[in-house]
């Protein structure tokens, strides 16, 4: 079974672009996940698709960041204008079902913004 | 606002050795506690999920435990190996939130030395 997939895996911009990272699921995973994960720290859900419908976007700071899940398979995430503080890795996971399963995690997209 | 709690945070042993990760939570009101391992440049691969009704899980060297009422949980591994060198992070679903956000703690970054 193919894992979770994101591209790409590195990234380095400039403050002030635009950034946009892609995930693609488990097959058959109707819930996706966005993480933020900075340095030393613990991953931060940014945002939770369950199918194409948001669930859960309480922590994204939307004046910057956006997320869609078209067709509720992939899903892209972008930053615009990008910040300094934006730095970190961006995993993507996803799960079956909204319930108690575990969730797969994506290798993650490593941001620099300079 | 739950937050999550990992000590040591980070332990170097030598081969062979038994050893103990700590977790600690502020809310027991939980549906799940999950432990992840993450390899450097890598994403999270799920070790041991414990539901809130359980007190432990096992999985071949592994073996996890939880304490609600206390708000703590441990990772035992047994006959530590260099190939566990990796960063352990705890992660609690809680309960009442939208979703199936999971807070993660800070990690332990483990090096067992041949």
């Known amino acids: 079974e193919a894992g979770v997939a994101q591209s790409p895996r590195y990234k380095i911009i400039e403050k002030r672009q635009s950034v946009a990272f892609w995930c693609n699921p488990i097959?058959?995973?109707?819930?996706l996940y966005w993480y933020q994960q900075i340095l030393g720290q613990g991953p931060k859900l940014l945002i939770q698709?369950?199918?194409?419908?948001?669930?859960?976007d309480s922590q994204l700071p939307k004046d910057r960041f956006s997320a869609e899940r078209l067709k509720g398979v992939d899903s892209t995430l972008k930053i615009q204008p990008a910040k300094l503080e934006d730095s970190a890795v961006y995993l993507c996971?996803?799960?079956?079902?909204?319930?108690?399963?575990?969730?797969?995690f994506g290798p993650g997209t490593r941001l620099l913004v300079l | 606002k739950q937050e999550v709690t990992q000590i040591p945070a980070a332990l170097s042993v030598p081969e062979g050795e038994n050893l103990v990760l700590n977790c600690s939570f502020t809310?027991?009101?939980?549906?799940?506690l999950q432990w992840f391992r993450q390899d450097p440049g890598k994403g999270l691969t799920s070790l041991l999920l414990?539901?809130?009704?359980?007190r432990e899980q096992t999985s071949g060297r592994l073996n996890a435990s939880l304490d609600k009422s206390s708000g703590r949980s441990t990772l035992y591994i047994a006959a530590s190996q260099p190939g566990d060198s990796a960063t352990y992070l705890c992660?609690?679903?809680?309960?009442?939130?939208?979703?199936?956000?999971?807070?993660f703690g800070e990690g332990t970054q483990l090096t067992v030395n041949p």
């Open positions: 414990i539901q809130s009704s359980q």
């Open positions: 996971a996803s799960s079956y079902l909204l319930a108690v399963e575990t969730q797969y």
């Open positions: 097959s058959g995973h109707a819930t």
């Open positions: 809310d027991s009101a939980i549906y799940n």
């Open positions: 992660a609690v679903r809680p309960r009442g939130t939208s979703g199936s956000r999971l807070t």
């Open positions: 698709f369950q199918n194409n419908g948001v669930v859960d």
